[in-house]
């Protein structure tokens, strides 16, 4: 789950800069690799949750015929996690082909399109396993498991200045993004 507002501008007619920044939590299916003494290294299933901040930015090019679009977009985001003393970078980018449909009050969209995310890096963590006893460290190295995926998802035009939109993801990397906007 992740909250994240993000601010917005239109600098050229098919350039769309912006720069976001909240909160984010999750759940993370980890394998770890053990090394015991006679039975040499084991995989062991750890899920653990996390908490964390996130900021980033990113660019969006646009454009488009009469009710057909395509777009372009690319950002690259830090994560700080509350479990981990080191943060996490991420670059993400899209692309979608759409039409645009007419409604007096309700415009929408409706696009088809794949995202790419990157993210490969290890993370660090000191802990104590009891009172007294020396820092251990902790390592994991993350990175994603898909790093293509489909996309499909739709934008209605509620009034002039809220939008709804809600995009899926599937064949690799599965995800559910939901914005609620509002224009000033």
Do not use: C, H
């Not at 920044?21 to 394998?31: R, S």
């Not at 293509?148 to 209605?156: E, P």
Request: aromatic share 14%; glycine share 14%; proline share 3%.
């Amino acid at each position: 789950v992740t909250l994240m507002p993000r601010l917005d501008i239109w600098v050229l007619p098919f350039l769309n800069v912006y720069g976001m920044g909240g909160a984010i939590k999750g759940l993370m299916d980890v394998e770890v690799t053990v090394d015991v003494p006679v039975l040499g290294e084991i995989q062991v299933p750890l899920e653990f949750e996390y908490t964390g901040s996130m900021f980033g930015g990113g660019a969006t090019l646009a454009g488009g015929y009469k009710f057909i679009f395509a777009m372009f977009d690319a950002n690259y985001s830090k994560a700080k996690l509350s479990s981990f003393d080191s943060e996490l970078d991420m670059i993400m980018s899209s692309a979608r082909v759409g039409v645009l449909t007419e409604g007096k009050d309700w415009p929408s969209m409706f696009w088809v399109g794949g995202m790419y995310q990157n993210m490969d890096q290890y993370l660090e963590q000191e802990f104590v396993l009891a009172e007294g006893d020396p820092k251990s460290m902790m390592g994991i190295n993350v990175s994603v498991k898909d790093e293509w995926n489909m996309l499909i998802g739709g934008r209605l035009q509620v009034g002039k200045r809220i939008g709804i939109l809600v995009e899926g993801g599937f064949f690799g990397r599965q995800q559910i993004f939901t914005n609620l906007e509002y224009r000033f």
